[in-house]
T-cell receptor, first 113, second 114 residues
Framework: DTGVSQDPRHKITKRGQNVTFRCDPISEHNRLYWYRQTLGQGPEFLTY????????KSRLLSDRFSAERPKGSFSTLEIQRTEQGDSAMYLC???????????FGPGTRLTVL | DQQVKQNSPSLSVQEGRISILNCDYT??????FLWYKKYPAEGPTFLIS?????DKNEDGRFTVFLNKSAKHLSLHIVPSQPGDSAVYFCAASARETSGSRLTFGEGTQLTVNP
C-alpha cells in the first residue's frame, strides 16, 4: 500500500495528557499537510511542511500544538495538555511538488475524556 | 468567515439518475478546486479537480463545472450508483499565495437509493 498512512487510528486519552500522532506520506511527495475535522464540518487546515520546513501554521494551532517533519519524510503532531475541545479527527495529506491534488490518510480519531 | 459553502447538507437520488452537488466560494484568489468523497471513519478520497482556467472537467461518471463569475462550482455524477453514497466535500486553494492549503465546505451527504 503506497498511500498516506497514519498511526494510531484511534486514541482515547484523559484531559491534561499529551498525545502524539504520526503521518507517513506518499514517498515522492514533498509537501505534507495536517487538518482537523469535527463532526458536521469539513476539514480545517492546521499546518503544512515543504520537505522539513514548516511553512505555515493556522491560528487554530494553539501553543499546545506542535508539529515536526525532521527529515522531510514522516511527520508528527503533538498535543500537550489535551482538552475536551481537542476531540476531533486529525487528518494528514501529502502532495507531489508538481501536482495540485492532496491525498489524505485515514485519519486519527482523538477522544479526550 | 466561511469562504467555501455547500448549502445542501443532504441530497437523495434514485440509482441511475443524475446527482448534482453544489458549492459556492467567496475568495477570488482561489484558483484550484477539488471534490473529495468521504466514508465514515475514513479520510477523504480525491475525486476530481478543476483549474480556474477551465470551466469543465470530466472523468468517467464525474464532471465538475466551474462558473467563475458566479463563484460557483458543481459536481455531476451520472449515472448515480448506490456505492456513491457518501459525504462529498468541495475544497478550494489559492496556489500562489497559500501553499495550496485547502479550504473545505461543510459537506453534502449523498444517498443513492436502489
Amino acid at each position: 500500500d503506497t498511500g498516506v498512512s497514519q498511526d494510531p487510528r484511534h486514541k482515547i486519552t484523559k484531559r491534561g495528557q499529551n498525545v502524539t500522532f504520526r503521518c507517513d506520506p506518499i514517498s515522492e511527495h514533498n509537501r505534507l499537510y495536517w487538518y482537523r475535522q469535527t463532526l458536521g464540518q469539513g476539514p480545517e487546515f492546521l499546518t503544512y511542511f515543504q520537505n522539513e520546513a514548516q511553512l505555515e501554521k493556522s491560528r487554530l494551532l494553539s501553543d499546545r500544538f506542535s508539529a515536526e517533519r525532521p527529515k522531510g519524510s514522516f511527520s508528527t503532531l503533538e498535543i500537550q495538555r489535551t482538552e475536551q475541545g481537542d476531540s476531533a479527527m486529525y487528518l494528514c495529506a501529502s502532495r507531489h511538488r508538481i501536482l495540485d491534488e492532496q491525498f489524505f490518510g485515514p485519519g486519527t480519531r482523538l477522544t479526550v475524556l | 468567515d466561511q469562504q467555501v459553502k455547500q448549502n445542501s447538507p443532504s441530497l437523495s437520488v434514485q440509482e441511475g439518475r443524475i446527482s448534482i452537488l453544489n458549492c459556492d466560494y467567496t475568495n477570488s484568489m482561489f484558483d484550484y478546486f477539488l471534490w473529495y468523497k468521504k466514508y465514515p471513519a475514513e479520510g477523504p478520497t480525491f475525486l476530481i479537480s478543476i483549474s480556474s482556467i477551465k470551466d469543465k472537467n470530466e472523468d468517467g461518471r464525474f464532471t465538475v463545472f466551474l462558473n467563475k463569475s458566479a463563484k460557483h462550482l458543481s459536481l455531476h455524477i451520472v449515472p448515480s450508483q448506490p456505492g456513491d453514497s457518501a459525504v462529498y466535500f468541495c475544497a478550494a486553494s489559492a496556489r500562489e499565495t497559500s501553499g495550496s492549503r485547502l479550504t473545505f465546505g461543510e459537506g453534502t451527504q449523498l444517498t443513492v437509493n436502489p
